[in-house]
């Protein structure tokens, strides 16, 4: 396990401080493959993640962008996170459609997670009962502790073998496609990317509670994936660099 955190004055700064990491991360890609695949959340704090990310003269043509989950509902809506993306990411740094890989929210739920399984199987070349191996997946944080759409006293939680389900959130309600957490757990590298003051206590679980996924569903992935790196903001927190966790 390597986990590292750092805190910064407000989101702005720890979104820019992440996309210079997930940049870095890329441009070590890149010396060793000609192609690297990103998947990216959705939310507040990601849009600000993708307008620092646009800043960099990346070979964005190189990049094959993916997403960690998506609401169910189509490309256009304001709640879609592809639309998000597309706005704030894909169209600045001119992204090629033939890199875009989204998830298909106004499809039927579960069609649509078969079909993004598909895809991901295609792209990475997987036989039967092989998980990706994302070069990056940047994941956020809920109050609850919550991933990707791996909400608190989800079955799916215990779910090894699968790349994508459709999920039912119950607070919202509606339907979700989300990546797995076998998938979450393969990624080669995890960014968090968490702030907000009401995430506070979901921190301090995930980073000093007792190991309870069923609970804390972040813990997963921030403590068992394989290269692990949290940037959140300070402000109304007691929040100390620290690394190696």
């Known amino acids: 396990m390597s986990i590292h955190w750092q805190c910064y004055p407000d989101a702005r700064a720890a979104a820019a401080a992440s996309a210079q990491h997930i940049v870095t991360l890329l441009t070590h890609t890149f010396e060793a493959k000609p192609r690297a695949s990103l998947a990216v959340s959705g939310g507040s704090t990601p ?3 993708f307008e620092e990310l646009v800043k960099f003269p990346l070979p964005w043509d190189r990049v094959h962008l993916f997403w960690v989950d998506e609401r169910a509902v189509p490309p256009a809506d ?14 600045p740094a001119v992204i ?13 739920p579960e069609t649509a997670a078969k079909q993004y399984a598909a895809d991901i199987r295609e792209y990475f070349g997987l036989v039967d009962g092989e998980l990706p191996h994302f070069d990056i997946v940047q994941l956020g944080m809920g109050p609850d502790a919550h991933t990707a759409s791996l909400f608190p006293g989800d079955p799916l939680i215990e779910d090894r073998k699968g790349i994508a389900a459709a999920v039912f959130a119950q607070k919202v309600p509606r339907w979700r496609v989300t990546l797995l957490p076998g998938v979450l757990l393969a990624a080669r590298n995890t ?15 995930v980073f000093e509670g007792e190991y309870d996924p069923q609970r804390f569903p972040a813990q997963l992935a921030s403590r068992h994936g394989r290269s692990v790196y949290w940037f959140m903001d300070a402000v109304g927190r007691d929040c100390i660099p620290r690394a190696d966790l």
Do not use: C, M, W
């Open 47 to 49: 849009k600000l993640l």
């Open 78 to 91: 304001l709640q879609s996170n592809y639309r998000l993306a597309d706005e704030n990411l894909i169209a």
């Open 96 to 108: 090629p459609t033939a890199n875009i890989h989204r998830i298909h929210g106004e499809a039927p």
């Open 191 to 205: 960014v968090f990317l968490v702030a907000g003051d009401d995430k506070a206590p979901a921190v301090k679980a």
